[in-house]
């Protein structure tokens, strides 16, 4: 009896964050609003419990609506894998692709330190700080990681590159179409005078999930993305 005791207090263990509620399916909808039109996204994360511990799959698909569709009829398709850690999540691989253009992939070599770009038809080779995670990773990252309380630094690739981002934290309530939430906000902190913006609200009594991500991209896009319906699975791995 204490043989299986121990076996089942190690394999709790092993879960990052020893939380008996963390869920295995988490789907995600979102309305977007944007300067030149509306959208919406739906994501979808997977979480399984393998041999060599436990590994995760995100899947983002937005779409544009209404008149929009006609202007942009192309969906953009984010996907991002990799292992849950007590640090939180280590991507291994990640894309973005938009349309019929070829995706911009990030590949993480964890072993030998390296990550791999290739956007446009180019192929880069980087050192991989500890600290790196693709963008999407790092919507979901704090379902399994304790956030800092006042600063959060990581190094933040989308495909085409690799960036250092320094994000302020702090506290917020919001309206949202499914209810009031309290949040934690975490504001990236830019360079004087740049343009770029970003800015995610987590919820605090909710796995930490992003509920809202406000941003401005290089291409000067404001981008506004607000939830509007969550449904979270806790069905245990077979």
Do not use: C
């Amino acid at each position: 009896m204490k043989f299986l005791i121990a076996i089942l207090l190690s394999w709790m263990l092993s879960w990052p964050g020893f939380a008996a509620d963390i869920p295995s399916r988490i789907e995600i909808s979102y309305h977007v609003s944007t300067d030149i039109g509306e959208g919406e996204i739906n994501e979808v994360m997977e979480m399984k419990h393998t041999k060599n511990g436990h590994s995760y799959t995100i899947n983002s698909e937005a779409q544009a609506t209404g008149l929009f569709k006609l202007i942009e009829p192309n969906s953009i398709i984010r996907h991002s894998e990799g292992i849950i850690t007590r640090q939180g999540l280590r991507p291994t691989r990640a894309y973005e692709k938009r349309g019929k253009k070829e995706p911009s992939l990030a590949v993480f070599d964890w072993e030998k330190h390296m990550i791999t770009l290739q956007h446009d038809g180019q192929e880069v080779h980087e050192k991989l700080p500890a600290s790196t995670i693709d963008r999407l990773s790092l919507s979901y990252n704090f379902i399994f990681a304790p956030l800092p309380k006042h600063h959060v630094d990581r190094h933040v690739t989308n495909g085409q590159s690799l960036r250092l981002s320094h994000y302020k934290v702090s506290k917020e309530t919001i309206e949202t179409p499914i209810g009031k939430m309290e949040t934690i906000v975490l504001t990236r902190q830019e360079a004087k005078h740049s343009k770029l913006k970003r800015k995610l609200w987590l919820a605090l009594n909710n796995h930490m999930l992003p509920v809202r991500i406000v941003s401005v991209e290089e291409n000067g896009r404001e981008i506004d993305k607000i939830v509007t319906g969550i449904n979270i699975s806790y069905q245990a791995d077979h």
